[in-house]
């Protein structure tokens, strides 16, 4: 048994297969056209093998990787898109966590793709992107972000940090996104990612307007959603 399987993305042309024969299930995997790597896993029996194959096509169908041959891989052209909903979304999408602990590393992808993109699609990508860290702004938000969490108003809560919360959100993608506004039980606990505004202050560095950003500021920054919080706070 061979079956192959590839994932292509904004910023990925991959394939995976997975061969078995006998009581060895061997997998291979890389990026589409160049050399792959090969693992073979010896199993007790031809049936464990067979389950065990079958298992990891699971995994990687859960991953998004479709079945077949990969048709011919077009990189997206950047400087075509005019930034809208979507287009906000893939920029997001191409933030690297395998380069997790180097946050200009995490960035390096999406601020290369705004760098490609006119002058009016930056400033609707900050635009989208102070509107969604906005609608984050609740106070039932605020009091599921963990050990730090808003518990009143007498005692200390940083509005920084749940600024910097509210980015994970955002950085991990729509459909986190959505599933924590729709549920802030879901907001992730202890967890932060500042370095999502990095991709607004490149904006504010290549239009050369230092004040772009921070005239948002009364949008995005905490207790700023008047509707969303019971008290009237001070940032």
């Given at each position: ?115 490609q993109m006119t002058n009016d699609s930056l ?101 700023s959603n008047r509707e969303g919080w019971k ?5």
């Open positions: 048994m061979h079956r192959e399987f590839y994932f292509q993305s904004d910023n990925s042309n991959k394939v995976w297969s997975v061969t078995v024969k006998g009581s060895d299930c061997t997998t291979s995997w890389g990026k589409a056209g160049a050399a792959l790597r090969s693992k073979t896993k010896v199993a007790n029996t031809p049936d464990e093998a067979a389950k065990l194959a079958e298992k990891l096509i699971k995994e990687k169908l859960n991953e998004g990787y479709l079945e077949g041959q990969p048709p011919a891989y077009v990189a997206p052209d950047w400087s075509t898109m005019e930034m809208n909903e979507e287009v906000f979304w893939r920029v997001i999408g191409l933030l690297n966590w395998k380069k997790l602990g180097d946050d200009d590393a995490v960035c390096a992808p999406a601020v290369k793709a705004l760098s400033l609707n990508f900050v635009k989208i992107l102070t509107e969604k860290l906005f609608l984050l702004d609740t106070e039932a938000h605020a009091r599921e972000i963990g050990q730090c969490a808003y518990i009143d108003e007498e005692n200390h809560f940083s509005v920084d940090l749940f600024l910097y919360a509210r980015c994970c959100v955002v950085a991990n993608g729509k459909e986190f996104f959505e599933a924590v506004l729709n549920d802030p039980k879901e907001f992730p606990k202890d967890m932060d990612f500042e370095a999502l505004l990095s991709l607004g202050y490149f904006v504010e560095e290549k239009i050369n307007d230092d004040e772009l950003f921070y005239s948002d500021k009364s949008s995005y920054e905490t207790f008290i009237q706070g001070e940032s």
